[in-house]
């Protein structure tokens, strides 16, 4: 059985057919899927959906860098709030995204803080978006990791020094999703640098979809071929890689 460690299924993409693209990711073997939270807009479709698939969907609560403004203490607080009520599986999505708008950078660190002391204080995973923002991530977790605090890296595309730096903390995984799927990503040398047991997988649906559905939506279903991948990458059998990767997940979230 597969678990996806990171996927937006209450996003506008699945309007036209959410129940049936859920139904897929449960006849392709995922039982698990984690659903980080973005913004205020998207707390109430992601409570939705959970409710509908309860023994399937399990919710987090956070603030994206890429909505991070000058309002980010009110988002922050409302976030929080939500947190306070239970039921949250992890803190996030946070980080920092760089490659967008450099804008308010300043403004995501000191919000990506913040949650890093959620997870600290409400003892759960902080799932970590870092794209083109490697060096100013470990700016900040150098200084706040500690042994209360774990996590992922989701969407890790980065090379075998920054695997090394995010395997010196203890508690922290790193999510593989489609990306490891392109020909020329060079993720798959990269984890050969890497233990399975450091490992989790994602799909970061419905966007990233691995070969052969790259540049059309993606969904939960399309786990397995992120799954094949990884078994050639690591001479492993599929059931292996679901195995694995699945039982990383559940001692990171402690189902």
């Not at 678990?3 to 996003?11: I, S």
């Not at 699945?14 to 049936?20: I, L």
């Not at 010196?168 to 990503?185: A, C, E, Q, R």
């Not at 052969?212 to 279903?221: D, F, I, L, S, V």
Request: with cysteine.
């Amino acid at each position: 059985m597969f678990t996806d460690t990171h996927a937006h299924l209450y996003a506008e993409e699945f309007a036209g057919d959410r129940d049936q693209m859920v139904k897929r990711a449960i006849d392709a073997g995922v039982n698990r899927i984690f659903l980080p939270n973005i913004d205020l807009e998207s707390i109430e479709p992601m409570l939705e959906l959970v409710n509908h698939y309860p023994n399937n969907c399990f919710p987090m609560m956070g603030l994206h860098p890429c909505s991070v403004g000058v309002d980010f203490q009110e988002v922050l607080s409302t976030c929080r709030a939500h947190l306070e009520k239970g039921g949250f599986y992890g803190v996030g999505e946070t980080g920092i995204d760089l490659y967008w708008d450099k804008t308010f950078i300043d403004q995501q660190k000191e919000a990506f803080r913040i949650q890093i002391d959620w997870a600290k204080e409400f003892d759960l995973p902080l799932i970590i978006h870092a794209r083109d923002s490697f060096e100013e991530i470990f700016e900040v977790l150098d200084k706040e990791n500690d042994a209360r605090l774990r996590g992922v890296f989701h969407c890790f595309t980065g090379n075998a020094e920054q695997a090394k730096h995010v395997l010196s903390y203890k508690g922290f995984l790193m999510g593989i999703g489609g990306v490891v799927t392109f020909k020329n990503s060079g993720l798959d040398k990269v984890l050969e640098t890497i233990p399975l047991s450091k490992l989790v997988l994602e799909t970061d649906a419905p966007y990233l979809a691995p070969v052969p559905n790259r540049g059309k939506r993606n969904e939960t279903a399309f786990i397995t071929a992120v799954a094949s991948r990884m078994s050639q990458i690591f001479d492993v059998s599929v059931a292996e890689i679901a195995e694995i990767t699945s039982a990383n997940a559940k001692e990171l979230f402690r189902i």
